[in-house]
């Protein structure tokens, strides 16, 4: 991706994702009109989406034409051998930012305008933050368009000898590949914005109302100990015996 285009692209990503997030089912449409009623990590949870894209798959996608074609990636309009390595580093330092950036843009926007994207608002918020930046980017490419189209150094390109054509060589597959991961990427984590917050893991809880008693729950009841009971004792008969040993029972 060119080097002076890649924040703008970024942004616009960004404001993107936010409309994305705004219409996904546990937000309702509502971005910070809903944010009071969502836990801490419900509200955090797509702002670190868009961070992971951010740094795993955008910015990498930029770092790559800035280390492997420089001269290519700022459209051999300057020597990049003067251009000191701590340049490069801002420059993907930027590039990573600027997403999180144009989401943070669009949860400003959208808090200004009541929480919610509708309507011709939603439309007109989209051609600020994502129409704008996109728009700008493509007319900028298409006036370099021939440069960008050679595969050769600055030094090349400015003496007009041992230039390629990008298309069907090794930097027209590599912008082919980085391209078709970053609509990977960017599709994944829409489909992870979309999706529903799991039941009983960081959605609202429901609170009772004010003035409602807590239900009282049942006690359990305390399993009674029986005894035993004692065996009957069978009644002995009891015998005279008179004197001499002889029983007193008649003859």
């Known amino acids: ?72 990636s700022f459209a051999y309009l300057v020597d990049t051998r003067h251009i000191p390595s701590a340049v490069d580093l801002v420059l993907i330092l930027v590039d990573a930012a600027s997403v999180p950036a144009g989401f943070a843009a669009a949860h400003r926007l959208a808090g200004s305008a009541g929480g919610r994207w509708t309507g011709q608002r939603s439309v007109r918020a989209l051609a600020v933050l994502a129409g704008a930046p996109l728009s700008f980017s493509l007319l900028a490419v298409l006036a370099l368009s ?50 529903r917050e799991p039941a009983g893991g960081g959605g609202p809880k429901a609170e009772p109302a004010p003035g409602a008693r807590p239900r009282a729950v049942p006690s359990e009841r305390a399993p009674e100990v029986v005894s035993p009971r004692p065996a009957p004792t069978r009644p002995h008969r009891r015998l005279g015996v008179g004197s001499g040993g002889r029983s007193n029972r008649p003859g």
């Open 146 to 195: 021939r440069r960008f189209a050679l595969d050769g150094t600055y030094q090349q390109v400015e003496g007009d000898f041992g230039v390629h054509p990008v298309a069907g060589g090794p930097l027209g597959y590599a912008l082919l590949w980085m391209y078709t991961m970053l609509a990977a990427g960017f599709a994944v984590t829409v489909t992870a914005l979309l999706r």
């Open 1 to 72: 991706m060119p080097a002076f285009v890649a924040p703008l692209v970024g942004f616009a990503l960004g404001a993107l994702l936010a409309w994305f997030s705004a219409a996904a089912p546990h937000r309702l449409g509502a971005l910070r009109a809903a944010e009071p009623r969502l836990t801490p990590g419900a509200r955090d949870r797509p702002l670190a989406l868009v961070s992971l894209f951010a740094c795993l798959v955008f910015a990498p996608v930029c770092a790559y034409f800035l280390v492997f074609a420089p001269d290519w």
